[in-house]
T-cell receptor, first 116, second 113 residues
Framework: AQKITQTQPGMFVQEKEAVTLDCTYD???????LFWYKQPSSGEMIFLIY??????QNATEGRYSLNFQKARKSANLVISASQLGDSAMYFC?????????????FGKGTSLLVTP | DAGVTQSPTHLIKTRGQHVTLRCSPI?????VSWYQQVLGQGPQFIFQ???????GRGNFPDRFSARQFPNYSSELNVNALLLGDSALYLC???FGQGAYEQYFGPGTRLTVT
């Protein structure tokens, strides 16, 4: 069963505007972690932000914030003041401890294009 | 400090051949994980190694194997290559087995013809 769902295959945003990338997840565990990664065309996965399931405050890292709604099982990424360099694939991921160790389960990604 | 390094960058192999991919973690990191990313999909977990022992395995056939060396570098081996093995193979390192922050390398692009 799909554990991470990203329903937006592609998104456009104008430079300096804010954009929200959606992510919903499925787990029966109480302890888990949620991540967002950026993947430019070069291929390297760049860690952006982390939210633990017990964290009461939404995580923020510079222009990135994670809108964590536990009851709705959603972990949307908000990018404020978009820049041209933000154009990339964005992946939501969840870490659970299972018989596969501490594996990250990734969604299919959202392609973000920032236009001038 | 150097980040995670992977070699080779690109590789072209023929069906049925064997391939070895290499990963060097960030200095001080003891855990290495391998992921396969097929075009248009998110990465899929293959293995995690911590302190030279396998600590997790994803849903991949036995043709896939890996090991971790005393210096914490790692190799991913794939036997009897299939066309479907064509993908970007990503290595990620972290300080501990359960450390939340995983740092990814640039990946190895494998093409099987």
């Amino acid at each position: 069963a799909q554990k991470i769902t990203q329903t937006q295959p592609g998104m456009f945003v104008q430079e300096k505007e804010a954009v929200t990338l959606d992510c919903t997840y499925d787990t029966s565990d109480q302890s888990y972690g949620l991540f967002w990664y950026k993947q430019p065309s070069s291929g390297e996965m760049i860690f952006l932000i982390y939210q633990g399931s017990y964290d009461e405050q939404n995580a923020t890292e510079g222009r990135y914030s994670l809108n964590f709604q536990k009851a709705r099982k959603s972990a949307n990424l908000v990018i404020s003041a978009s820049q041209l360099g933000d154009s990339a694939m964005y992946f939501c991921a969840m870490r659970e401890l299972s018989n596969s160790g501490y594996a990250l389960n990734f969604g299919k990604g959202t392609s973000l294009l920032v236009t001038p | 400090d150097a980040g995670v390094t992977q070699s080779p960058t690109h590789l072209i192999k023929t069906r049925g051949q064997h391939v070895t991919l290499r990963c060097s973690p960030i200095s001080g990191h003891k855990s290495v994980s391998w992921y396969q990313q097929v075009l248009g999909q998110g990465p899929q977990f293959i293995f995690q190694y911590y302190e030279k022992e396998e600590r997790g395995r994803g849903n991949f056939p036995d043709r896939f194997s890996a090991r971790q060396f005393p210096n914490y570098s790692s190799e991913l081996n794939v036997n009897a290559l299939l066309l479907g093995d064509s993908a970007l193979y990503l290595c990620a390192s972290s300080f501990g087995q359960g450390a939340y922050e995983q740092y990814f390398g640039p990946g190895t692009r494998l093409t099987v013809t």
